[in-house]
């Protein structure tokens, strides 16, 4: 369809150099033709060329006084995308790669997931290209009291919340919700992934990894398969990944790796989840001290990685659950995940997988959940922490992880009808971009042109 391409050229010549935001919008686009064909008024309201272009971007300089007390400066960024649904809602990310066009497509990725939680919450991201790594906790506290002096002034609990994401977590949250309370002398629910102490909610924290594996756990029932007794791979070894493995030990199975940005443990006994978090939330120390505890396992750099590959996809597994970064996995690990007999991918990360690795998932026909459904169970406790916030209640664990199971549920079923309806049952990237799409689209046009 000439019309998806010239939005899509239009983008390239107006966004010079944003290759991730091109990738993501492609497949979003692509996705969008036979919607476009069917329903001529998404077309006659021009809901593509206005819903790639963000509402607001908001770009800041970040200075702030090391532990030596020399002048450091960053940018700082925040997207706010599209609002149609509800005030702007996306994590803050906090690494050396973050850049305008990265920011953008991982807000464009969250406007569809964000409607795909069937709550009211529209699409936004931010953060920094400050690396948090070697940092010392003061240095950390005045980064973030630094970034939060000029974003307090375009956020709010009705307008904009952000939450955690790479490199942000509760430590940091805590930090920028000190400042926001301090300058805008208001506490409120301004920012989600808060501790539980003062406003936080119960599987908040967990929510993104318990999500992605209910999304696995709802593909494969719908194939008559459980994840019991399986083995599967896990990427990265941060929040997502520490909280794919406990669920994925509470449904019976047996997570056999996990990784950072040096290297690869495998752990043939299955993941040593305690120590994993000892490691990582306590004592902040790399992965590879995994193995001084765990001499059976081994680790594996990632000069050692066959090249051109990402040695977590190389090792056998009925499933895998990619939870590092973007472009993680590409058509290398894609094909030695199917030829070692892997039947399902669940997506904690955002694009993890490169265009031509989930092209080769979505013609084998295995159980492939893409980030933007298989990871929306984070943004989906966020949303119930707001609602919380507002309602001054507070929910017990299991009421909160029955809802996101409730909610991933849904999300399953909204992609793969959607998918069904247009004749491709099981492509979810076909159903979760439509499903997502069009609750956006119909809230803009019913409401006007703004
Ligand atoms: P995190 O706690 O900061 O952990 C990130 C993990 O990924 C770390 O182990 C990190 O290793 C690894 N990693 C990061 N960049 C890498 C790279 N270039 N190559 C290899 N490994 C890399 O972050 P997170 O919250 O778990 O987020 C992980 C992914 O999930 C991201 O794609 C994020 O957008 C997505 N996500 C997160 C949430 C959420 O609620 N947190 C929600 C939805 C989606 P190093 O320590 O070596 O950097």
Redesign the pocket.
């Given at each position: 369809m000439p019309y998806v391409n010239e939005v899509f050229e239009y983008l390239k010549r107006t966004s010079p150099s944003q290759t991730e935001f091109y990738q993501a919008a492609q497949e979003v686009l692509e996705s969008l033709r036979p919607l476009m064909i069917k329903y001529p008024k998404y077309r006659q309201h021009k809901i593509i060329e206005r819903i790639v272009e963000p509402e607001r971007q908001i770009l800041f300089r970040v200075n702030w006084l090391d532990d030596n007390g020399v002048i450091q400066v960053n940018k700082g960024f925040r997207i706010e995308f599209n609002s149609a649904l509800g005030p702007y809602k996306g994590?803050l990310?906090f690494?050396p790669?973050v850049n305008a066009g990265v920011i953008k497509f991982?807000g464009f990725e969250q406007i569809f997931?964000n409607s795909l939680t069937g709550l009211q919450i529209g699409g936004g991201k931010g953060g920094s290209d400050f690396n948090p790594?070697g940092k010392s906790d003061n240095e950390i506290m005045r980064f973030c009291q630094a970034f939060m002096s000029e974003l307090f002034r375009h956020i709010g609990a009705n307008t904009d919340v952000p939450?955690?994401?790479?490199?942000?977590?509760g430590r940091e949250i805590g930090y920028m919700f000190g400042m926001y309370k301090k300058l805008a002398n208001k506490y409120e629910g301004v920012l989600t992934?808060k501790s539980l102490k003062w406003g936080g909610s119960l599987v908040?924290t967990e929510?993104?990894?318990y999500g992605a594996v209910y999304f696995a756990k709802y593909m494969l029932e719908d194939r008559g398969e459980t994840l019991e007794g399986k083995r599967c791979v896990v990427?990265?070894?941060?929040?997502?990944?520490?909280y794919t493995i406990e669920k994925l030990y509470q449904l019976g199975a047996i997570p056999v790796t996990?990784?950072?940005?040096?290297g690869m443990i495998y752990d043939e006994a299955g993941i040593d989840l305690e120590l994993l978090k000892d490691l990582?939330e306590v004592k902040r120390v790399?992965?590879s001290e995994y193995v001084k505890y765990v001499p059976t396992a081994k680790y594996t750099p990632?000069e050692g990685y066959p090249e051109g590959t990402?040695g977590v996809y190389a090792i056998p597994c009925f499933a895998a659950f990619p939870?590092?970064?973007?472009n993680?996995l590409n058509l290398a690990d894609a094909k030695n995940l199917l030829a070692n007999g892997c039947v399902c991918i669940s997506e904690?990360?955002?694009?993890?997988s490169t265009p031509d690795a989930v092209d080769l998932f979505v013609e084998s026909k295995i159980c492939y959940g893409p980030?933007k459904a298989a990871?929306?169970?984070?943004?989906a406790?966020?949303q119930l922490e707001m609602a919380q916030n507002a309602s001054m209640v507070n929910w017990t664990f299991e009421e909160v992880d029955a809802k996101l199971a409730q909610i991933m549920k849904n999300i399953y079923v909204s992609a793969s009808t959607t998918a069904a309806e247009f004749g491709e049952p099981t492509n979810l990237v076909l159903g979760a971009n439509i499903a997502g799409f069009r609750k956006v689209a119909d809230a803009m046009i019913e409401q006007g042109l703004v």
């Open positions: 994590g990310r690494h790669s991982l997931k790594k939450a955690g994401d790479i490199g942000v977590g992934g908040r929510a993104t990894g990427s990265g070894s941060g929040n997502v990944s520490i996990c990784s950072d940005s040096n990582k790399r992965l990632i990402n939870s590092a970064t973007q993680e904690g990360a955002n694009m993890p980030g990871n929306a169970g984070g943004v406790t966020s």
